[in-house]
């Protein structure tokens, strides 16, 4: 079974990159899942585990660090990585304590893909 990740991103064009990222330069079968608000986030992780998420602090809706809180109190969800993607450094900081590792917008393609391979577990080449 793929791993499936969930970019939660409410910006086009960095949603759609992420994805691209994960999908195509990965080249390790990821099936990803692209949310662009909090709310439809919080239905999403009702319904579903999945292994990664790839996460915004500010969205529309439900914010990201509320998003993460929920994430940590699911027992669903407790083997589901974090990877919070922000530009905000004072979130940052706040979402180290949940989140699995936080990176600073902007990030490179290659810290993206190395960071999503080592939460999932998978060795870069």
Same mark, same amino acid.
């Given at each position: %079974?793929? &791993?499936v990740v969930f970019i939660i991103e409410?910006? &086009?064009e960095l949603g759609s990159i992420f994805s691209e990222i994960l999908t195509?330069? %990965?080249e390790i079968g990821l099936q990803t899942e692209w949310i662009t608000n909090g709310d439809q986030a919080i239905t999403r992780l009702q319904e /579903? /585990? &999945?292994n990664q998420v790839v996460l915004d602090l500010h #969205?529309?809706?439900v914010s990201g660090l509320d998003i993460l809180k929920y994430i940590r109190s699911d027992t669903r969800l407790e083997k589901t990585a974090v990877m919070v993607v922000?530009?905000?450094v004072i979130g940052a900081v706040i979402a180290q304590e949940l989140a699995d *590792? *936080? #990176?600073?917008? &902007?990030?490179g393609i290659d810290q993206i893909m190395s960071t999503a391979k080592q939460l999932l577990g998978i060795e870069s080449k």
């Open positions: %079974m793929q &791993p409410d910006d &086009p195509d330069y %990965m /579903s /585990s &999945p #969205l529309p809706g922000t530009a905000d *590792v *936080v #990176l600073i917008k &902007p990030t």
